[in-house]
């Protein structure tokens, strides 16, 4: 498998490199170099570290760690094993629990991680990484999280840190698949957990709404609406219809089977792990990185992200929601460092005398609402518009159901059935009244948090940031304080373009000659709309005044 990897980096050497200025996308207009913007080219030099070198505590704490993670396959998950490849040189190795997918076994699937652009510094910086990092078949939602005999033994006599990230996210996932991941998945993880040999630490990553039927929510273990013993037992002895059917009874006033289970996880936590060294991590809405590896990159459009491309591409140009409500985000880059420190912090920490929760949250100090958040993203998003985009942006949310239903059947309903009728007659596919049911079903999921705000303590994190030494603070930067909504903004959506939409940087021309078409044909449509109701609201008044005998 080293060598597999090592074979495909050798081949895409010189695409994992910065790439070589391009003029044709800087001019006076536009005079950012969007390579230097995302942060491609200022990748450090490949540099040998010396065993004997000593690093930061945080960094001196993985030395010679092998570490195990599940979820190292999704957003969060690709995040962290970037970061501990890249910045902690004498780490031993790392594991991850990977499951066969859409036919691809754990390796082609492990080589498939290392595709992503997120890994171009790593592969630049630490070039020999590859001998550092193995797949592990598994599944989360099996017996014994599906390992063999062999992998199980393996971790058991060289696993000493454990990072238990994988969750089904979905928030309206079939309860019986997120009972069995979310649930059940952590109960086999703490079995194995019990049985290494040298356990330093393990770090389970919940979140910051998997007690979001309150509005403030502390530092500390609730109590769950049910028992997950029960829940399990039911699962059992139900087919998947009823279950579906009793899904609103059992989650009570929790709105959604993702924020059950994990609250039921971070009880099994509670009840079965007490013994073990081990912390529960809750990030509040994890969105695009703020500064590393690059700016701006995410792989999925979960919460805001879908709404700034939606709006971004022209595809979306309203939504039902409150815009001056704070939703609470945090960067994946500062979530993530924050979560390797608190690991360090609870391995090394003896004074204990319970398991500690850390809220790894950014509205108690640096607030912002959503029509702040939009409106920064559009000024500087609008530098760096895709190819792809169908009109040029245009976006209101309101929090009015009479008036987002009108909003929505003139700015939705009406192009979409015409232009889907078009696509139609030239041959192509239509595909925006599939994208717009879409929408209006994750409107009708996100309904509970459309008009809540949370009060989420994150007492602990901003403690440890303030026992970090200057070299660590340096490396492992998740200081809330000076967190800068303005700068994620300034790559926020040329990230969206690169790393989401993986729309060419060198189109960027075509699509700013596309983007300059739109804004025409946006100004036409609106002058002949205004036109319109002009003429209407004449003719309507003509009519009034005589039949009134005025004219």
Known sequence: MALDLHRKYIEKKQDSAPLAPIKDIINSKYYLDPLELLGERSFDEPREVNESEIGSPVQEFFRDAVVFLTGGTGFMGKVLVEKLLRTCPHIKHIYLLIRSKKGKNVDERLED????????????????????VSGVAGDCSLPGLGLSVSSRNTLINEVNIIFH????VRFDEHIRVAMNINVSGTRELISLARNITNLKVMAHVSTAYSNCNRLHVEEKFYDPIADYEDILKLISSKDDQTLQDMTKEIIGD???????TKSLAEDVIRREAQDLPI???RPT????????????WIDNVYGPTGL??????????????????????????????ALICSTKETATNEKAEEIPIYTCSSAGQKPIRWIDFIEMNRRHGIYWPTIRAIWYYSFMATNNPYFYA?????????????????????????????????IDKVRDILAYFSDKEWTFTNDRILALWNTLDSQDKDIFNFDINQLSWEYFSQAHCLGLRVYLVKDDIHTLPAARKKWEKLYIAHIGLLVFIYAFLLYCAWTFTSL????????
């Open 308 to 337: 700034i491309v939606g709006a971004g591409t022209g595809v979306l140009h309203t939504y039902f929601g409150d815009s001056n409500m704070v939703t609470d985000m945090i960067p994946v880059d500062m979530v993530v460092n």
């Open 279 to 281: 912390l529960v991590f």
């Open 285 to 296: 809405v994890v969105i695009a990185t703020y500064r590393e590896p690059v700016r701006g």
């Open 254 to 260: 929790l709105p959604n089977t993702y924020a059950f």
């Open 544 to 551: 009034f005044l005589k039949l009134t005998g005025f004219m």
């Open 165 to 168: 990230g994988a969750a089904t």
């Open 406 to 438: 009108l909003l929505n059947f003139c700015f939705h309903i009406i192009p979409g059935y015409l232009l889907d009728t078009l696509a139609v007659i030239v041959g192509q596919k239509p595909i925006l009244m599939k994208i717009y049911k879409k």
């Open 113 to 132: 991680i290392f595709e992503d652009r997120l890994f171009k510094r790593l592969k630049h910086e630490v070039p020999k990484y590859y001998h550092k």
